[in-house]
């Protein structure tokens, strides 16, 4: 299951379930649809994720690939346990902040604009 909503201006993509090679096409073509490229700020949500295979984790790389070339900052948020284990594993908190809540990346984002205003 793949929804979203936005919190004060920040696009909330809330991703669900296991992200696998089986529901990879299924998770990338709605994902596509919500055309996240038009937001600058960008909160995945991992609350109800269950597990990544290597590529679910492959599509989170691409999807962070996009939105920094667009300019954009991206954040994860609230993995499990084991999620967290594979996002490390692959060294992926080298390229985005994971924060253990939605309100964490939230006030994080916002604070991102108040440093742009000084």
Do not use: H, W
Request: glycine share 6%; with cysteine; proline share 1%.
């Amino acid at each position: 299951m793949v929804s979203y909503s936005m919190v004060d201006g920040i696009f909330v993509l809330q991703l669900a379930g296991e992200i696998n090679i089986n529901s990879l096409t299924e998770t990338r073509n709605k994902v596509e649809s919500f055309k996240i490229e038009a937001y600058d700020k960008i909160i995945i949500n991992l609350e109800k994720v269950s597990f990544f295979d290597s590529s679910g984790l492959g599509y989170l790389v691409v999807l962070i690939k996009q939105v920094k070339m667009n300019q954009g900052n991206i954040v994860f948020c609230s993995p499990n346990n084991l999620v967290r284990r594979l996002l490390n594993t692959i060294r992926i908190d080298k390229y985005v902040k994971i924060f253990d809540s939605q309100d964490e990346a939230v006030k994080y984002l916002q604070e991102l604009d108040g440093e742009a205003e000084e």
